[in-house]
């Protein structure tokens, strides 16, 4: 009978088994310093994650968390943007690479750090692209892999994972990271949303990924002239968590303020606590504090 | 991936490790019995997928780069988008520095530390490109 694979002990002197596992063993050690991993998913595109995720941090580290924030979104980074860091020069140092500081100290790593200026799309050196379908996607999640544990994050508080769109990206990073302490699902209230982050739901449910609560972005529109808050989706009647089946967290009214803050990085919550929407992202932010403090008490 | 010497029932060793070039790697695998050797020869699109894992055929044990895959293969990198912090470390030779150009400006300063780590830890007190070719040749591709 022919010998098998299995029947031939090593695998000529590569070592692939043992470098898979350095590999991740490199990540585990790098996060064994960040206390709380949280990662902002929606599964659609659009529904305001990086800004949300950019006030969340601001609001961690303004009531005195050491916050990161990993942009996820390889082919769509905007966390360098929203948060003021873009073309800041990186420090190499034995450590690792150590990530850019943005607001409020917020430590920050964008594949938009790398990349060319302009908007340079991420491409990977081959000699050919022809059936790069076949290696791309394990290229990123490589290079995601590198970003956990070859980045100097130091000591944090949270580090917050600002994800890309589409159902598969938050149970790949859970399965990345091994230890993700949960998500944040954002929708926006309307139907075609609903129908895109149901779907993720179900499909980060089904790989046993915690999901933390629902935050409703861009819920009502919150004139910056008067303060009153009216519609600004048809579906805005409808309790799209009730209908996920997960914790509504808060409901973020839209103001173009918000949109003006991020252009020019810098969070919206921090130039105006004090409106509706400033509000509304500060409760949040104290919602996610106290569950994810309770929970560190209870480790 | 294994092979095996059939002749002798005996698993094949990796014997040396060539390229990439030209999107190719040869890894060329020797019986330790008979001392018969086979090559194995990668395409683009298999080298691409190769390293696109993140792992080293042939590698030898040396700790990978920071941000290895990510600064050698990206397209379109930022001039100066990393910089290494200063160190005391090895003096370069002029065509070892003029090597190091040709590397693109990501893996630069990364492929800096590593190799004068790699030169410190043996004595080493100037960087040659015959030096960055036994570093080169330890860590595999």
């Keep these: 009978m022919p010998k098998r694979s299995r029947d031939i002990a090593g695998d000529g002197g ?30 659609k595109g659009g529904v305001g994650k990086s800004v949300l995720t950019a006030n969340l941090a601001a609001v961690l580290a303004g009531s005195g968390w050491r916050v990161g924030v990993m942009d996820a979104d390889l082919n769509g980074p905007s966390m360098a943007k929203v948060l003021g860091v873009r073309g800041r020069r990186l420090r190499l140092s034995s450590e690792g690479v150590h990530p850019a500081e943005g607001p409020l100290a917020i430590k920050v790593l964008s594949m938009d750090l790398f990349l060319a200026e302009g908007p340079t799309p991420l491409i990977w050196e081959a000699t050919t692209q022809q059936d790069s379908f076949v290696w791309r996607e394990s290229m990123e999640a490589t290079a995601l892999r590198e970003f956990l544990s070859d980045t100097a994050w130091g000591n944090l508080d949270v580090l917050l994972f600002d994800l890309p769109p589409g159902a598969p990206r938050l149970p790949a990073l859970a399965g990345l990271l091994g230890d993700l302490d949960g998500a944040l699902v954002v929708t926006i209230p309307s139907e075609v949303s609903q129908l895109a982050v149901g779907r993720s739901v179900e499909l980060a449910r089904a790989h046993a990924v915690r999901l933390l609560g629902l935050v409703e972005n861009m819920a009502g529109y919150l ?32 103001e173009p303020r918000i949109a003006r803050c991020a252009d020019r990085g810098s969070p919206y919550v921090l130039a105006h606590p004090e409106t509706v929407a400033g509000q509304a992202l500060r409760a949040l932010g104290a919602r996610l504090s106290a569950l994810l403090t309770l929970e560190g008490a209870g480790r | 991936m294994k092979f095996l010497c059939v002749g002798c029932d005996e698993p094949m060793r990796i014997h040396s490790v060539e390229g990439p070039e030209q999107g190719s790697v040869s890894v060329t695998f020797g019986c330790p019995r008979c001392s018969h050797r086979v090559a194995l020869l990668t395409n683009p699109m ?96």
């Design chain 2, 46 to 141: 298999e080298t691409q997928l190769v390293r696109s894992l993140g792992v080293k055929i042939g590698g030898h044990g040396l700790p990978p780069e920071p941000l290895e895959v990510l600064s050698t293969a990206l397209g379109s990198q930022r001039e100066g988008a990393v910089e290494a912090a200063g160190e005391e470390g090895p003096v370069w030779a002029e065509a070892a520095e003029a090597r190091l150009e040709r590397l693109p400006p990501l893996a630069r300063p990364m492929a800096r530390m590593a190799i004068s780590r790699y030169a410190r830890e043996r004595g080493v007190t100037m960087v040659t490109p015959e030096l960055m070719d036994e570093y080169r040749a330890r860590a595999g591709f």
């Design chain 1, 14 to 43: 590569s070592n692939i088994l043992a470098q898979v596992e350095e590999l991740g063993a490199r990540v585990r050690a790098r996060m064994a310093r960040v206390r709380r991993k949280l990662a902002v998913t929606s599964g």
């Design chain 1, 223 to 254: 004139c910056p002239h008067c303060g009153a808050v009216g519609d600004l989706f048809a579906g805005e009647s409808q309790f799209p968590a009730e209908v996920l089946g997960l914790p509504s967290l808060g409901r973020i009214p839209f």
